[in-house]
């Protein structure tokens, strides 16, 4: 049973923007804490970003000012505008949830680079 797709990821300039989108099961997104995170090759999976039911938001220093994240608690979706792209952005990004994540999807690529 899938839970969590994302998508929305591809290539883009530095500078440039993306917006990802999450489908989460309902039994997964309803009333919890949500979050993006991302892996880069070599690297280990981090929380970028994270919104509550009630849409507080929290973000990583490295992404603060840049990215912004949202839901829809009527589509049971989440998502992630990122603006001012940098390549350092580069990496499979994922959501899921905060404090107890599922199994994870697929992801969605993002790069960065020009």
């Known amino acids: 049973q899938v839970q969590l797709v994302e998508s929305g990821g591809g290539l883009v300039q530095p500078g440039g923007s993306l917006r990802l989108s999450c489908a989460a099961s309902?039994?997964?997104?309803?009333?919890?804490?949500m979050g993006w995170y991302r892996q880069a090759p070599g690297t280990q999976r981090e929380l970028v970003a994270r919104?509550?039911?009630?849409?507080?938001?929290n973000y990583a220093a490295s992404v603060k000012g840049r990215f912004t994240i949202s839901r829809d608690n009527a589509k049971n979706t989440v998502y992630l505008q990122m603006n001012s792209l940098k390549p350092e952005d580069t990496a499979v990004y994922y959501c899921?949830?905060?404090?107890?994540?599922?199994?994870w999807g697929q992801g969605t690529q993002v790069t960065v680079s020009s």
């Open positions: 899921n949830l905060v404090g107890a994540p599922r199994a």
């Open positions: 309902r039994n997964i997104f309803s009333g919890n804490v």
């Open positions: 919104i509550t039911s009630g849409a507080t938001t």
